[in-house]
């Protein structure tokens, strides 16, 4: 029973610990550069991940996993890290993180598309709170307007595209990931390949060079932990973990996330903005309610439930 608590709250740290990427990586983002800081980022979670977890040889895992997880893992990542650091704002980066959280109703959405099983009819309005909910939080002040809503996204549409492809993928990943893994889990080779990713995308792209300080490099090293840790963490999580409570604790992560991305960037969010992170979250919760007892429509298996 022991055991079982120090496993669970192993879990319940890569959950706290995933909240804060969104403003950890925004933060390295301004000050070594969008694509070079996010290349920093996943080497030094690599290296982190090498050390503490290792690289399996790759005769344990499949081809198809390889190359349709990895290239959907990197995929995900450069969209993600990219949108954030791209992002005008600092605010506008934290929108980037909320919208990123619409993944889990898409893999409800997905498992439904591919089910031919009776689904709970009161899903899709669920599925539906969730992008009301990124609407609103992307609208601003006023509420729900399509003309502001569009005025917002036509500031910076590659960061806005970057970041809802990347909720897209993600879900995906979880769709197909589970059979094609076969219980195995690549996340070190998946982060060493995101890093070379992200290293051929700077040295092809016109960002300046990177130009570090005591501070920037303190961050580096910390924002690298702490990707880094959430993984190896949520790894020991899952082996003897509750994995109802973890599951269900991941859900909560948009408002973790929102929490933890304005206290790091030291930046105040609009009432408005707060609603619409709190639809996404109900949203989130009320997808995995209407599925839980249905183990055909399961929302992600255990070990591909992902809080960042």
Request: with cysteine; aromatic share 12%.
């Amino acid at each position: 029973m022991i055991n079982s608590h120090k496993y669970t709250l192993a879990g319940c740290l890569a959950i706290l610990i995933w909240s804060t990427t969104v403003g950890l990586v925004r933060n390295v983002a301004e000050q070594l550069g969008p694509i070079g800081g996010a290349a920093m980022i996943y080497s030094v979670s690599a290296v982190f991940l090498l050390i503490f977890l290792g690289a399996p040889r790759f005769k344990v895992f499949s081809l198809k996993y390889l190359l349709i997880g990895g290239s959907l893992f990197v995929s995900y990542e450069i969209c993600l890290s990219l949108a954030l650091g791209m992002a005008n704002n600092r605010i506008q980066a934290v929108e980037m993180g909320v919208i990123n959280y619409l993944w889990p109703s898409l893999v409800v959405l997905l498992a439904v598309l591919h089910s031919n099983k009776p689904v709970d009819k009161r899903l899709y309005p669920a599925i539906a709170l969730s992008f009301f909910g990124v609407a609103w939080t992307v609208g601003g002040d006023q509420g729900i307007s399509i003309s502001q809503l569009a005025s917002n996204i036509a500031t910076n549409p590659l960061s806005y595209s970057m970041a809802l492809a990347g909720a897209f993928i993600w879900a995906f990943y979880c769709s197909v990931t589970k059979q094609l893994a076969n219980g195995k889990n690549a996340i070190t080779w998946f982060f060493m390949a995101t890093a070379m990713a992200l290293w051929v995308t700077y040295f092809i792209s016109d960002e300046p060079a990177i130009a570090f300080t005591s501070s920037a490099v303190i961050d580096l090293v910390i924002t690298g932990i702490a990707m880094g840790s959430g993984y190896a963490l949520w790894n020991i999580g899952i082996i003897g973990g509750n994995m109802m409570l973890l599951a269900t604790l991941s859900y909560f992560t948009p408002l973790l996330s929102t929490f933890f991305s304005a206290l790091i960037l030291d930046i105040e969010l609009t009432v408005t903005f707060w609603q619409g992170v709190v639809m996404v979250t109900v949203a989130s919760l009320l997808c995995w309610w209407f599925t839980r007892d249905k183990p055909s429509s399961a929302i992600v298996d255990a070990e591909y439930i992902k809080a960042d």
